[in-house]
């Protein structure tokens, strides 16, 4: 399976003016409840797909678009493209929907929380030199790139490709298991915070934030 975005980007996140006028704004209807187990769901089913998944990553992936594209098996970004996680910086919130989870996997703890307290975007290169991506290649041949790798896979011995992946995904799941509920929970507990009523306004009116004053 190949996942990549449709257009410029591979996708750039919520829609973070909607979320000033309510928590969750941008997912949910006026009085719904954000139900946390819609988001573990998403990373579940990702990591139990027995088929490998090639991330074909396009262009800008922001945010969530960043988790779900790291999570799949072999990711192919293209060199002008920037990846990163801006919940905290750009949007007052705890990276709970998985940022929390397979960051420190793939560059370690320390530069986990850097990138995600600091909201680094990385571009393709330097996201292929940390190891955050396997692959580097222009733009253009992104997703042919991306595409021969899958084609290599379908060919190959399929049920040792599939049960190899599901082996290692229990070392993400277990991640998943220990730190998911509790970091969507503090998520959900950052909604209801001055700063991200101010990082939300901040960006409506196109004006730098003013954190802690509330």
Do not use: Y
């Not at 929390?100 to 320390?110: A, E, Y």
């Amino acid at each position: 399976m190949v996942l990549t975005g449709a257009g410029d980007f591979f996708s750039v996140g919520g829609d973070v003016k909607a979320m000033s006028e309510r928590p969750g704004g941008d997912v949910l209807e006026e009085g719904e409840v954000h139900d946390p187990m819609i988001s573990r769901r998403g990373v579940s089913r990702q990591l139990e797909l027995d088929k490998p998944i090639i991330a074909a990553i396009n262009g800008d992936a922001i945010g969530l678009a960043a988790t779900h594209a790291l999570l799949c098996d072999i990711t192919v970004m293209a060199e002008d493209a920037r990846i990163g996680d801006t919940h905290v910086s750009r949007v007052g919130l705890v990276a709970g929907d998985g940022g929390t989870v397979i960051w420190p996997l793939l560059v370690g703890v320390n530069k986990a929380k850097e990138f995600l307290i600091r909201g680094t975007l990385l571009n393709g290169r330097e996201a292929e030199r940390i190891g955050l991506v396997n692959h580097l290649a222009p733009r253009s041949e992104v997703l042919a790139k991306a595409r021969s790798i899958a084609l290599e896979l379908a060919n190959g011995p399929t049920w040792a490709i599939r049960w190899t992946k599901l082996s290692i995904n229990q070392v993400i799941k277990e991640r998943v298991n220990l730190l998911l509920e509790a970091s969507m929970a503090l998520e959900q507990v950052t909604f209801d915070t001055a700063d991200h009523k101010e990082a939300t306004t901040s960006l409506k009116e196109k004006r730098k934030p003013k954190f802690g004053q509330g």
